[in-house]
């Protein structure tokens, strides 16, 4: 049968082939006397081999990684190497001291979090299929700081609270995305994280990006890490208050720089809604994930320009056709995807910030008509308020109609945020209200119910309150969301059955009695956080054939394996081989893989 890839698992339920099958585990499937403790999973293993099954073994140490080179940017390294092994350890610190380390597939990597004008050590291990370590390659970096632009608006998000909340807004749908300050690894940025797949992680700059009189008219700047696997990085402006742009249906006028990556490629557009083509001048190579880059989008009177890293990529003939715009940065792709800024700037005319007012949660509901309310209370100096909104209806109208909101018993117009914007079923639909005092007013609870007045079928994916005036008494109480953590995973499994001569089975053909080779390969994704493996073993059937040891010199981290397996006493027809890896901590759950095989005459 043909190679193929085989998801990985915890303990828990498996679907297969169409079936369900529960895994027998404790506390999983089947009753548990209370006082029952599971047994934790090992953290090293020992080899076994049943009788007549040939495993492989270590052979010499890895050969040392060559050619290191670090680059420095701001508060951070990027390494490269070259080599040919399966995984390697990098391991930074103080010269002297390298107290950090990290397992990776790549042989690339950036170190974030690090102080300006501070010389580190790198030390590069080469680790084999079995954590066989190689002596290290060493090199020495030292982060450097760029010096501040002229720029209207400039934020490297370096504050331990970061987003500032006088300058920047979250939206997403729902609760499905973090803007929070990096940890650990990538501490001393702003990390956007999100959990929900294909579910945009939008910040919204709360000062307006206002055009320059000049040939240059302005230059929106982001450094970020690249998009991950199959995810996409947008920088929108926007005129009218908006939060967030669902989709690729943009509002009129509008502007959108779109960086997507998909099958190891990267793409870069300036998109508008009348689609102005864009003119690429160079290919923009595949963008390693976990690397930052600058890019800028640079509007000008002939037209638009994309820099990466300083160089043109792109350009095209579209030119805005507003003074004003909000500025949005966007993250999308699979669920997980997140990305660390360090640098949002606005090269253009000076602009005003708006005054900063902490308001309560709200609450939203849709319905025909508005709800009777109880006991308000109005919060003390607050003189009015903008409430932001994106509707997600099913509609198939080409136009959308008139909305109006309830609020304390207040009733007022829901306008489109962006005239013109698109009304389609399953897009995101912005809208605003603008809120007198006397409708900023809270239940007992502190928070501010509002009433979408509609007979659609509809749903609001997201809220967003802007106070004015000058509150007195202490401010509303904010709970900091904490950031969406990257749990360390083991390798993913990929496992195709050959027959004795170790040619490939045909998909759907069965291999013969007598001997078989089953060929294993442990692969690490692209961009993930990757867990010690301290080894795995090898099922038929749920009898136990072999188990692999691999932290002979420290954690394995993936490699190639092939095992020889007799098949003289299997019965005929359908077989199954489960793969179970283990991790070098505790923390780390064990996953399983699957692959299944068929033995005939």
Not at 35 to 40: G, I
Not at 113 to 134: I, K, P, T
């Amino acid at each position: 049968m043909e190679r193929r890839r085989v998801a990985l698992i915890a303990v828990g339920v498996v679907l297969f082939a169409g079936v369900i099958t529960v895994l027998r585990t404790a506390g999983v499937g089947e009753p548990v006397a209370a006082t029952s403790v599971s047994a934790p999973p090992p953290t090293s293993l020992e080899p076994y081999a049943a009788e007549g099954v040939l495993v492989p073994t270590a052979g010499p140490l890895p050969d040392v990684p060559r050619d290191v080179v670090v680059s420095s940017g701001p508060r951070r390294l990027q390494v490269r190497w070259t080599g040919d092994a399966p995984g390697y350890e990098v391991r930074w610190g103080e010269p002297g001291r390298l107290d950090h380390s990290r397992l990776i597939t790549e042989r690339v990597t950036q170190l974030d979090g690090l102080e300006d004008e501070r010389m580190y050590e790198v030390a590069v291990y080469a680790v084999d299929a079995f954590g066989q370590r190689s002596a290290p390659a060493r090199s020495t970096g030292t982060p450097h700081a760029r010096p501040s632009g002229d720029y209207a608006l400039e934020d490297r998000f370096d504050q331990p609270d970061a987003p500032d909340p006088t300058r920047w807004r979250l939206a997403s749908r729902g609760n499905c995305a973090r803007a929070t300050p990096g940890q650990d690894d990538d501490g001393r940025r702003l990390v956007l994280s999100s959990n929900c797949a294909a579910a945009p992680a939008t910040l919204r700059s709360r000062t307006p990006f206002v055009l320059r009189d000049a040939d240059e008219l302005g230059r929106f700047v982001v450094e970020t890490d690249a998009p991950g696997g199959d995810g996409e990085l947008m920088l929108d402006l926007v005129p009218g208050p908006v939060s967030l742009v669902s989709g690729d249906l943009l509002p009129p006028d509008a502007v959108r720089l779109r960086v997507a990556t998909s099958a190891g490629t990267t793409s870069v557009q300036v998109v508008v809604p009348a689609g102005t083509p864009t003119e690429a001048l160079r290919a923009v190579p595949a963008l390693e994930t976990g690397l930052s880059h600058r890019w800028e989008l640079v509007l000008r009177r002939d037209g638009a320009r994309v820099l990466l890293d300083g160089d043109v990529v792109a350009t095209s003939p579209a030119v805005p056709a507003w003074l004003e715009a909000t500025a949005l940065v966007s993250v999308a792709g699979p669920t997980g995807q997140r990305a660390a800024i360090s640098l949002i700037a606005f090269g253009a005319a000076e602009a005003t910030t708006p005054a900063w007012v902490p308001g309560p949660e709200v609450g939203v509901q849709v319905a025909v008509a508005a709800s009777e309310t109880g006991p308000l209370q109005a919060l003390p100096g607050v003189t009015g308020g903008q409430l932001r909104m994106a509707l997600l209806h099913t509609d198939a109208s080409p136009e959308a109609p008139p909305f109006t909101l309830s609020v304390a018993g207040v009733v007022v117009p829901l306008r489109p945020a962006a005239a013109g914007a698109p009304w389609r079923a399953g897009v995101a639909y912005p809208v605003v209200a603008d809120l007198p005092a006397e409708a900023v007013r809270v239940g007992a609870t502190g928070k501010l119910t509002v009433t979408v007045v509609t007979g659609l079928r509809a749903q609001a994916t997201h809220v967003d309150l802007e106070l004015t005036g000058s509150p007195s008494g202490p401010p509303p109480s904010t709970l900091k969301v904490p950031l969406i953590d990257r749990e360390p995973e083991l390798a993913r499994v990929t496992g195709a059955v050959l027959d004795a001569s170790g040619q490939t089975v045909p998909e759907g053909a069965a291999v013969q009695r007598g001997r078989m080779v089953f060929d294993l390969a442990l692969e690490g994704r692209a961009g993930a956080r990757l867990a010690g493996l301290a080894g795995f073993s090898v099922r038929v059937d749920d009898d136990r054939v072999a188990v692999v040891p691999t932290a002979a010199g420290g954690p394995g981290i993936t490699g190639r394996y092939r095992f020889a397996l007799s098949t003289g006493d299997m019965s005929l027809g359908p077989h199954m081989i489960e793969v179970r890896l283990f991790g070098t901590s505790g923390e780390t759950r064990p996953t399983s893989a699957y692959i299944p095989f068929f033995v005939g005459r």
